[in-house]
């Protein structure tokens, strides 16, 4: 769909601006490209993740224009995104930061498919069949921290090097909340709002994000 990895489309929308189109025929691969799934799913599994396989969902086009964002979206098996090419599946990642500035961050389990043992900004996953992407936000904003947001804005859609595609926002939360984290989370800590202060565990794909939240 585009070169990668890259910025595809720069908000920020508010959630009713982001209009989610479905198309109804499945993203099919061959046959060769499904074993090779089957056995990323098995692999997954030996790390001992509960992650069971299904649909989820496929990003085939998008348009940014007249301050909307429209994502044309399609069924695709779940287990693509495993891969190195994962078949521009489309993922959502909600960034928190609390009211005075700080970023909420998590080390990840060992057993997640994603980013397993390093720590991640907010919450993320799969758009899941006929949701709304900006909906998946909130949802796993809440899956994953218990956390409801007195604000949240889109701010981009990103193209990833693998061929998946990330719908980014940003929430804000009151200083005073307490997250309560799921299993997928191991340890938990708000960073601070200056990211030359970050631990030196915080990859630098984390800053690069910040920046781009930033600016």
């Given at each position: 769909?585009?070169?990668?990895p890259?910025?595809?489309?720069?908000?920020p929308?508010?959630p009713?601006?982001?209009?989610?189109?479905?198309?109804?025929?499945?993203?099919?691969?061959?046959?060769?490209?499904?074993?090779?799934?089957?056995?990323?799913?098995?692999?997954?599994?030996?790390?001992?993740?509960?992650?069971?396989d299904?649909?989820?969902?496929?990003?085939a086009?998008?348009?940014?224009?007249?301050?909307?964002?429209?994502?044309?979206?399609?069924?695709?098996?779940?287990?693509?995104?495993?891969?190195?090419?994962?078949?521009?599946?489309?993922?959502?990642?909600?960034?928190?930061?609390?009211e005075?500035g700080?970023?909420?961050?998590?080390?990840?389990?060992?057993?997640?498919?994603?980013?397993?043992?390093?720590?991640?900004?907010?919450?993320?996953?799969?758009?899941?069949?006929?949701?709304?992407?900006?909906?998946?936000?909130?949802?796993?904003?809440?899956?994953?921290?218990?956390?409801?947001?007195?604000?949240?804005?889109?701010?981009?859609?990103?193209?990833?090097?693998?061929?998946?595609?990330?719908?980014?926002?940003?929430?804000?939360?009151?200083?005073?909340?307490?997250?309560?984290?799921?299993?997928?989370?191991?340890?938990?800590?708000?960073?601070?709002?200056?990211?030359?202060?970050?631990?030196?565990?915080?990859?630098?794909?984390?800053?690069l994000?910040?920046?781009?939240?930033?600016?």
């Amino acid at each position: 769909m585009t070169a990668r990895p890259g910025l595809l489309a720069r908000g920020p929308w508010r959630p009713d601006q982001v209009e989610a189109v479905w198309r109804e025929d499945a993203y099919e691969v061959p046959a060769e490209v499904d074993r090779l799934a089957d056995g990323a799913v098995a692999n997954l599994r030996e790390r001992g993740s509960p992650a069971h396989d299904g649909m989820a969902t496929r990003l085939a086009a998008w348009d940014a224009a007249g301050g909307r964002l429209r994502l044309e979206l399609q069924p695709v098996r779940w287990a693509l995104r495993l891969l190195d090419d994962a078949a521009e599946s489309l993922t959502a990642l909600c960034v928190v930061r609390s009211e005075d500035g700080r970023w909420l961050a998590g080390r990840r389990a060992g057993w997640v498919s994603s980013w397993a043992n390093r720590w991640a900004l907010g919450a993320g996953g799969a758009v899941d069949l006929g949701e709304s992407p900006a909906e998946t936000l909130t949802r796993e904003l809440q899956e994953e921290w218990r956390l409801e947001p007195e604000g949240l804005t889109v701010e981009a859609l990103i193209a990833l090097p693998n061929g998946l595609n990330m719908l980014v926002g940003l929430a804000t939360v009151p200083d005073g909340c307490e997250p309560l984290p799921d299993a997928e989370h191991e340890e938990w800590s708000w960073w601070p709002a200056d990211t030359a202060a970050w631990p030196a565990e915080a990859d630098e794909r984390l800053k690069l994000m910040a920046a781009l939240l930033g600016s």
